[in-house]
């Protein structure tokens, strides 16, 4: 019998990086990914914070979830130009960003960095192209050359344009960060039908909900799981298929007691389709 897949929380990565774990710990969970926008302070001494709380507490980091510095706006009219390694103009001191947090991630022993890259162009033909999938090859190689895998969570390009990406950058170490939610909030693909294109890359996912765009500039909005659009029953069963075997990280992108709320009753969903 398969071993049953295990359940996770997307916690923020700060000095006080213990208190993130219990985090974790509070709600029954042993694995996480550890998020930061901050790559000033990736350090070894952070790392060293990181992995003595991760013996303390039992919480294992599966990802590196890298962010970068500068504006990021989430909405279909600034984000092709805000977000990940795919506007020019801040490209090069974005790839060095990353690659302080594929560094870091080495550090903790973690497997992989998991960041967005942007909207990669749908059309191959587009100028920008070729820039996009030089650099994220150079940060591909580099992640190769510290034994990680780099993981690109879905949301701002089609399934078969990031399989197209992948093709093209070659490398054997990518793999797919699967937010479900995201697909359906950027109106990009049904995340079931999403695994006939690209489930034999999913190699982490987000446990997130949401529904569709109702208007051409904004994103959908997302929800508490269950209250969405995403099938978790199938999708889950269709991962195990393409032979993937978690961690499944829940994220809620709300704050306060309500969010411990969602949180709760999302292992309660989930905890009977591992």
Not at 57 to 78: E, M, P, R
Not at 130 to 156: A, I, N
């Amino acid at each position: 019998m398969a071993e049953k897949l295990k359940l996770g929380l997307i916690v923020g990565l700060t000095e006080n990086v213990e208190e993130s774990f219990h985090e974790v710990t509070r709600v029954g969970l042993t694995t996480c990914q550890l998020g930061s926008w901050n790559p000033s302070i990736l350090n070894e001494a952070l790392a060293a914070k990181v992995r003595e709380a991760s013996k303390r507490t039992g919480v294992i980091v599966s990802s590196l979830w890298a962010g970068h510095t500068g504006k990021t706006i989430w909405n279909f009219i600034d984000g092709p130009t805000t977000i990940g390694l795919v506007p020019p103009g801040p490209r090069a001191e974005r790839l060095a960003e990353l690659k302080m947090g594929a560094d870091f991630a080495r550090m903790i022993g973690t497997s992989s960095i998991t960041t967005h890259v942007g909207f990669i162009p749908e059309d191959l033909n587009d100028p920008n192209y070729p820039g996009v999938v030089e650099v994220l090859r150079d940060l591909s190689l580099h992640c190769k050359k510290l034994g990680l895998d780099f993981l690109f969570e879905t949301g701002q390009e089609t399934p078969v344009t990031l399989l197209r990406a992948f093709e093209d950058i070659g490398t054997d170490n990518l793999g797919i960060n699967l937010d479900p939610a995201n697909l359906i909030l950027y109106g990009k693909a049904n995340p079931v039908d999403a695994l006939d294109v690209f489930g034999k890359y999913v190699k982490g996912m987000h446990a997130k909900d949401g529904k569709y765009p109702t208007d051409g500039k904004h994103l959908g909005k997302e929800t508490a799981i269950g209250q969405g659009k995403v099938d978790f029953a199938k999708l889950i069963a269709g991962l195990k298929g393409y032979g993937f075997r978690g961690p499944i990280t829940i994220e809620r992108e709300i704050a306060g007691p309500q969010q411990i709320e969602d949180i709760k009753e999302s292992i309660r969903i989930l905890s009977p389709l591992l």
